[in-house]
């Protein structure tokens, strides 16, 4: 098995977008055709002159503020287009590769005739509010504002920025859970706040109290957990969370809970902090639409909280994106009062993905550890050889045609991860059963 290094170009160089990429290489083509196909003596001559008079210019440095400096490009966007360029599967950034449902879709082509294409207010569209609160009412027995503890955003990866920016101080500091999704330290670092980790372990991945309680100081602002747990699959027991929510009482701590993976709870229990004595008021609770209805690309999420969370939260949130999509919020609307039968379906559906893939993996040779949630499953690379899941992730595509996503990204230190990989099983069972058999027939254990 070839060696790749981890300090690869595609690792550290930041890549142009690949519709610039491919823009570029149209345009090259078209003028050398051009060039070529039709030359003239006075052209040629111009050009040869022209060509001595200047000097090779470099393309300028680029620019980047210090606090994101060291992100370069999402590993997401990275593995992508190495998927692209190698025709590999992609297994690794978890968007379906299937539609989402027709009622929902009808309903947004609905809105946008019926004219609801205007700005929608900065906090929501009303009917999405209320279908918001009825749902989290519904999930956690709480009783909240839909006009004064509901806000819309741009999928929750804009919520977790408001939050933060609204939220957090420059110094303060923010608690995460590693590995993390890699957005959380972006925006912190955008926000100036300096950040802990605590290190969740295979093969559970259970929180240690105890590390936890040392992290914790007077400086400690927030705790930020994700759960079901993305890139780990972990459910956070009950036992952790009033662990976590004891803590935060005494130490006057705030919570930021991503929940986007609510629905997809498999073998445990989904509780949202929140819904614990005494953490409603210092919890701000994210979730998305993206996930449950496989509409990623909508982007429509929303924030609950206090009202007194809720006023940082929203100037915040009125100079990232002021108010989003209209037409998908009243779509938006209708998605969450799908019935149960819907989400017990959707449950059935990722469960037989998810046996093709866990079964496959075993059976290739990986290390799998448990998944009770999301739609993503860690492994052990290293029964394979290579040095560190950079270098294997890159094997994978090149040699084996497959994609997963490394993980040391998602932690503060990286050598914490080196021998994990997170795959997705996101995708339909077509596409999974042939990853499945390309890992089979292609890898081999060192």
């Given amino acids: 098995m070839p060696r790749l290094r981890r300090d690869s170009p595609a690792y550290l160089t930041p890549p142009p977008s690949p519709n610039h990429e491919m823009l570029s290489s149209f345009c090259f083509c078209r003028s050398a055709t051009r060039r070529f196909s039709y030359p003239s003596a006075a052209r040629m001559a111009a050009v040869s002159t022209a060509s001595e008079a200047k000097e090779p210019q470099q393309p300028p440095p680029v620019l980047v503020a210090k606090r994101l400096d060291k992100f370069k490009t999402t590993i997401f966007t990275q593995m992508s287009m190495l998927a692209v360029k190698h025709g590999a599967i992609n297994l690794g950034q978890g968007f379906p590769n299937f539609d989402g449902p027709d009622f929902v879709k009808e309903a947004a082509i609905q809105a946008i005739r019926d004219g609801k294409n205007q700005y929608a207010r900065g906090c929501g569209v009303p009917d999405l509010n209320s279908a918001i609160v009825d749902r989290f009412h519904k999930d956690t027995g709480l009783h909240i504002d839909p006009e004064k503890e509901v806000t819309v955003t741009s999928g ?14 420059p110094g303060d500091e923010v608690i995460l859970f590693a590995p993390f999704y890699d957005s959380y330290e972006a925006t912190l670092s955008m926000a100036d706040a300096k950040i802990k980790a605590i290190t969740l372990r295979p093969p559970d991945f259970a929180v240690s109290v105890d590390e936890l309680k040392s992290a914790v100081s007077k400086n400690t602002r927030a705790i930020l957990i994700n759960t079901p747990h993305n890139p780990t699959g972990k459910m956070f027991t009950r036992a952790e969370l009033e662990q976590i929510a004891s803590l935060c009482i005494e130490n006057d701590v705030l919570v930021f809970a991503d929940e986007v993976y609510d629905k997809l709870a498999f073998e445990a229990e989904h509780i949202s902090i929140a819904s614990l004595p005494g953490m409603y008021e210092r919890t701000v609770t994210m979730n998305s639409l993206g996930k449950t209805f496989s509409l990623t690309g909508w982007k429509i999420g929303w924030a609950i909280a206090p009202p007194h969370l809720t006023w940082g939260l929203r100037q915040a949130h009125s100079f990232l994106t002021f108010s989003t999509s209209t037409p998908m919020q009243w779509a938006a609307s209708v998605a969450l009062r799908a019935p149960d039968t819907y989400y017990e379906e959707l449950k059935r559906d990722y469960l037989a993905k998810k046996a093709i893939l866990v ?88």
């Fill in 156 to 169: 929750c990866t804009e919520a977790i920025a408001a939050a933060m920016l609204g939220l957090i101080n």
């Fill in 359 to 446: 079964e496959g993996l075993k059976a290739a040779g990986f290390i799998v550890y448990p998944s009770s949630g999301t739609y993503f499953v860690m492994v052990d690379h290293t029964p394979f050889g290579c040095e560190n899941d950079i270098d294997f992730c890159e094997y994978l595509i090149k040699e084996v045609g497959v994609v997963a996503i490394p993980t040391s990204v998602f932690y503060l230190n990286p050598e914490e991860g080196k021998n994990l990989v997170r795959f997705t099983f996101c995708k339909d069972e077509e596409t999974l059963r042939a990853a499945v058999e390309r890992m089979k027939e292609r890898l081999h254990k060192s």
